[in-house]
């Protein structure tokens, strides 16, 4: 079989997650249930929630990712959507869910390309060089971290277009046009010419009603739409920017390949606004009834900020806004949410626009209409801990250890460095990393840099190859990702943000170490949610939730209404009092940013020693 015809991971048929909050919800049947679903990069789930915001089933199903070479990689929508289909009737059927009491769905997924053909709403193969299906995948997802389009994103970014302001300054590789771009590129005329274009969540929500609805947050965040009203926009798609770039077809009969024009040949919609219901054909896959309220999706990162920032914590009032009661939207003005896996995305909302270097947005209508979104992020956080671990020494007999005590390698990792602090007879974990100066972009920086050419740096190594070492290594990183979370901060807030609080999700969540280092190195409070590892999927069962509660003129229930009814307690992790590691933090944060404007005048001095230097 030729090179890149096989999944590097396989589509699997067996459960990888199951989750039940109520054993008696048997006996306590609800009369109205939520379905939510999160397509991530690994895998799709989908959770059943009752009216209460309770979780009464979760299921996943991993999904098929290709790469054909180097730095491409593709997903088929056929494949998620039979994951999907897996994931809700297992999680329905585990636990005894009558699928009439289903009212709403609501979707999440990556920021990934998903391309169809306009004549038969067929998948298109994005995989070249002549992008025929011939393996029979219908692999017609560029996947969010495909990095194919270099040379189309350096094109766009070097017209410094006006909507770039709404996007950072400049266009991620990451995001979607560059991808249509190199589409075009690549593909044969008569290809490219019958394509049509969705974010994956609009792919999805496509799937399920037939309708060609878009979200404000899929175009607005990825596809360099700019609301109409918004600095003069007018259409939303710019089509002088299109045209600039190469792509002027996408221009033709009103943007109609993208979604068209909201009001004329297209529709435009709010997160959890009802965008149609569960086609016949849809419902026979599911295994659901036909008709159920779907509701406008969001990227995953953003029904994360939907299910931990409304999360029930009690704060003290400099962490609150002074001019509105606790559960009054103006609250999430002073929360970040930070939804951290492989990666980390910070979300803040704001009444205005705030305009942050290195913070892509603001954008405005992606979850509360008139709202504006600022997204920061770490480029690897999760995946960094990872590598640190993977890459020392001592790792293999770590593991080995961990493995004797049932535990997993952080867990076994933070009680070796207590002991380590018991044993020095230390104030804190932290003075055991005192003289150990880590800088970790080792896959770039996304904030508030914005350079994907920065990488780590260390002072203070040495010849230990031990699991005292290797634990010493693991502080470090630890301690880089609260300080650079306090670097993304500071600079959001010296640009207008109020942020007071960081609402987490996602494993690192269990990371009791990392999260007291984020409180403290920040200075702030953070929030975890009841459910560490299923907040982005509760945030899509939300949607569904908003879906199912239009009334017969379409008009739904305020999503922040929905929230603050739906969202469960969650835990404060607060700042450590101890002056000592304040000071200590204070003077690593100091060194921190040192490192960090170090590295970029380090390359540029050499950058201009060696300018004109060639080959003779």
């Given at each position: 079989?030729a090179?890149?015809s ?8 067996q ?5 039940s909050t ?6 306590r ?6 379905i ?10 989908a959770?059943?929630?009752n009216v209460?915001?309770d ?9 098929g ?7 491409y990689y ?8 039979r994951?999907i289909?897996t994931s ?11 699928s009439?009491?289903?009212k709403?769905i609501g ?7 998903a ?6 709403d ?7 060089p ?17 990095h ?6 350096k094109?766009i970014n070097?017209?410094?277009?006006n909507l770039?302001?709404?996007v ?7 995001m ?5 771009l ?39 965040c ?11 926009s007018?259409?939303g798609w ?13 221009c033709d009969?009103?943007?109609?390949r993208?979604?068209?024009?909201n009001?004329v040949n297209?529709?435009?919609?709010t997160a959890?606004e ?6 016949e ?6 295994g659901?009834?036909?008709?159920i ?8 990162a ?7 920032v ?16 606790p ?7 002073t929360?970040l949410?930070a939804?951290?896996g492989t990666?980390t ?7 205005k ?8 947005g603001?954008?405005r ?11 920061g992020g770490?480029s690897a ?9 993977e ?7 770590a ?8 535990t ?8 070796h ?40 740096s ?6 230990d ?7 010493l290594?693991y ?8 300080l650079?979370?306090?670097q ?10 109020v942020?007071s609080?960081?609402?987490m999700?996602g494993s690192q969540c269990?990371n ?7 409180a ?9 949610p ?12 939300m949607l569904?939730?908003?879906a ?13 209404s929905?929230?603050?009814?739906l969202?469960?307690?969650g ?12 000071k200590?933090?204070?003077v690593k944060?100091?060194?921190f940013?040192e490192?960090?404007e170090?590295?970029?005048?380090f390359?540029k ?12």
């Open positions: 079989m090179a890149g096989m999944p590097i991971r396989q589509p699997s048929r459960q990888s997650r199951q989750m109520d054993p008696h919800n048997e006996l049947p609800e009369l109205e249930h939520y939510g679903i999160d397509v991530g990069t690994g895998s799709a789930r959770c059943i929630m209460r915001g979780i009464v089933g979760l299921a996943s199903e991993n999904i990712l290709w790469q054909p070479e180097s730095g593709e997903q088929s929508t056929t494949d998620i959507w994951c289909c809700v009737q297992r999680a329905m059927n585990q636990h005894n869910i009558d009439s009491t289903i709403g979707f999440d997924a990556t920021c990934s390309l391309v169809f053909r306009s004549d038969t067929e998948p298109q193969c994005v995989t070249g002549d992008f025929s299906n011939k393996d029979g995948h219908d692999r017609n997802i560029v996947l969010w971290l495909d194919r389009p270099a040379e189309e994103t094109k070097a017209t410094k277009h770039l302001r709404y950072g300054g400049q266009m991620s590789i990451e979607e046009i560059p991808k249509v190199w589409l075009k590129n690549h593909m044969p005329k008569e290809v490219f010419d019958r394509c049509k274009f969705y974010d994956l969540t609009d792919a999805l929500t496509h799937m399920a009603t037939g309708n060609e609805t878009r979200s404000f947050c899929s175009v607005v990825k596809q360099g739409f700019v609301p109409p009203g918004v600095d003069g007018e259409k710019q089509g002088d920017f299109l045209k600039d770039i190469g792509l002027p077809e996408l009969d009103n943007f109609k993208l979604g068209g024009v009001g297209g529709k435009y919609l959890g009802i965008c149609g219901t569960l086609s054909k849809a419902a026979q896959d599911l659901l009834p036909a008709g309220a779907i509701g406008s999706g969001v990227i995953d953003y029904a994360g900020w939907v299910g931990t409304g999360s029930k914590v009690k704060l003290s009032d400099h962490e609150l806004s002074h001019d509105h009661a559960n009054h939207v103006s609250q999430a003005f929360r949410a939804v951290a990666s995305c910070h979300i803040a909302m704001s009444p626009p705030v305009f942050v270097n290195g913070v892509w603001p954008y209508d992606p979850l509360l209409p008139d709202y504006w979104l600022a997204e770490q956080t999760g995946e960094l801990l990872k590598h640190v671990l890459t020392h020494p001592a790792f293999q007999e593991m080995s250890v961990a493995e004797t005590f049932n997993n390698i952080y867990d076994y990792l933070n009680e460095l207590r002991e380590m602090t018991e044993k020095a007879n230390a104030p804190s974990v932290s003075w055991l990393g005192r003289h150990f100066f880590f800088y970790g972009d080792l896959f770039g920086n996304r904030s508030p840099i914005a350079d994907p050419a920065m990488t780590g260390v002072v203070g190594l040495s010849s190859r031990t699991v005292d070492g290797l634990a290594y502080y470090a990183t630890m301690e880089f990702i609260a650079q979370t306090h993304i901060i500071e600079t959001m807030n010296k640009s207008g943000h942020i609080s960081i609402f999700s269990q009791d170490i990392l999260m007291e280092l984020v403290t190195a920040c200075g702030m409070p953070v929030l975890i009841k459910y560490v590892h299923a907040a982005v999927v509760h945030g899509a069962a569904g939730a908003k199912a509660s239009a009334d017969k003129n379409g008009k739904t229930e305020d999503l922040w929905i929230m603050d009814r969202s469960k307690p835990r404060t992790v607060w700042p450590k009092k101890d002056e000592g590691l304040k200590l933090l204070k944060y100091d060194i940013l490192q960090c170090g590295q970029q005048r390359r001095e050499v950058d201009d020693a060696i300018g004109g230097w060639k080959k003779d």
